[in-house]
Nanobody, 121 residues
Framework: QVQLVESGGGLVQPGGSLRLSCAAS????????IAWFRQTPGKEREGVSC????????QYADFVKGRFTISSDSARNTVYLQMNSLKPEDTAAYYC??????????????WGQGTQVTVSS
């Protein structure tokens, strides 16, 4: 059974850091593309970052460039999103998604349940 489980969310002060994890089970992430999305109530879901394990391509949304880093650990079958210099506007539910093909922020086949990130003083 394909399953994605996000973790690592929480409450952090502005300027702080969090590392989100997306652990996969039921399949190997080695040849898949994994993306992080985020969504706040009343707003459309937006792509944050993606990594293609097949060709190593990585993309970031402009609003996180220089602050967030995506990485993949094949041994742990897990993808991470290191988030630094967090801002209140980064507050959202963060989701990971997995699919085939190039790195993109379009539709994906499988989704995790999400983890909440709240940036507030």
């Amino acid at each position: 059974q394909v399953q994605l489980v996000e973790s690592g969310g929480g409450l952090v002060q502005p300027g702080g850091s969090l590392r989100l994890s997306c652990a996969a089970s039921g399949f190997s992430l080695a040849v898949y593309t994994i993306a992080w999305f985020r969504q706040t109530p009343g707003k459309e879901r937006e792509g944050v970052s993606c990594i293609s394990n097949s060709d190593g391509n990585i993309q970031y949304a402009d609003f996180v460039k220089g602050r967030f880093t995506i990485s993949s650990d094949s041994a742990r079958n897990t993808v991470y999103l290191q988030m630094n210099s967090l801002k209140p506007e980064d507050t959202a539910a963060y989701y990971c998604a997995v699919g085939l093909g190039l790195c993109h922020f379009g539709p994906y086949d499988y989704w995790g349940q999400g983890t909440q990130v709240t940036v507030s003083s």
